[in-house]
Structure formats: C-alpha cells, structure tokens
C-alpha cells in the first residue's frame, strides 16, 4: 500500500494553531516570521483581532480604483431585481423584500431588525403609502443622515 505525504520545502515547519498534544504549538505570527521580517503580532492584531472603524480600503484604491457610493442601485443590479422582482436595501435598511411585500431577509443589529422585522413578514405600508418597491425607495429617497440613516460616508 502506498501511503500519500506533503513535503513542505526544505526549512519550512508545520505551524500548529490547535491543541497538538506534545507536539510544540506555532502561531501564525511565529511561522510568517520564519518566512518574511514583518511585525505580524501587530498584523494580525489590527486585522484580525481588532475592529476597524471602517471597511480597509486600501487595497483598492493602492491599485487604482476608488470605492464610490452612490444612491441608486448599479444598472445590472436594478435590472437583476426588477428580473426576480425583489428590492435589496440590505446597506440602508438591512432588509431584502421580495415579491408580495414579504421580507426576504433581515440583518441583524440594522435597522430592520432593530424595529423587529423577521424573514417571512407582509409589509403593508411604508410611511403610509401601501408597499410597493418603488414606495420603499421613494422613502429612502427622502432620507437624510439626520435621520437615522449613515451612508459610511466617513
């Protein structure tokens, strides 16, 4: 019977982030090191471990693009929703709504949920209008920041 191995190239150790009994335990910072002089505590710290005030950019706009928000919906997304006849106001309002005014899905810790809404719910009204998709986002159209809604504009 032939057994199957993994060679890793000559200097390279198995990192083991897992209880591995008497087996000498390496954290990724510790095995990245061996590898490339960088400050990977600080690394992953920031990264991993740590809650960032915002999305990292960085990446993006290093290779030359920039990340643009903007109040409508991409022509290919309106068009996929009009299609499956759903609306996604899952940035603004962390709810999805499908056909016949029902919740597709909700977000937790956004608005919609934190006025209690759960998947498989009718919507009737938005502001009084009865619900359509264009209701909804004839309200949302009216939004400001001042009320209630942060676009991540910062």
């Not at 510790?30 to 005030?53: M, T, Y």
């Not at 996604?88 to 709810?95: H, I, N, R, T, V």
Request: proline share 5%.
């Amino acid at each position: 019977m032939i057994e199957p191995s993994l060679r890793l190239p000559e200097g390279w150790e198995w990192a083991c982030a897992l209880d591995c009994g008497d087996q000498a335990q390496v954290g990724p910072d510790k095995a990245l090191s061996d590898l490339h002089a960088h400050d990977w505590e600080s690394f992953f710290a920031s990264r991993v471990d740590g809650i960032a005030p915002r999305a990292p950019y960085a990446g993006i706009e290093n290779g030359g693009y920039s990340l643009v928000w903007k109040e409508r919906p991409s022509g290919w997304v309106a068009d996929d929703q009009s299609r499956h006849s759903y609306f996604d106001s899952s940035y603004s309002l962390g709810l999805k709504m499908g056909a016949n005014a029902k919740v597709i899905d909700v977000l937790w810790d956004w608005p919609a949920f934190a006025a209690g809404m759960v998947k498989g719910m009718k919507v009737l009204s938005v502001g009084g209008v009865t619900y359509s998709h264009a209701a909804i986002q004839d309200a949302l159209d009216v939004c400001t920041p001042e009320m209630g809604m942060d676009r991540g504009s910062g």
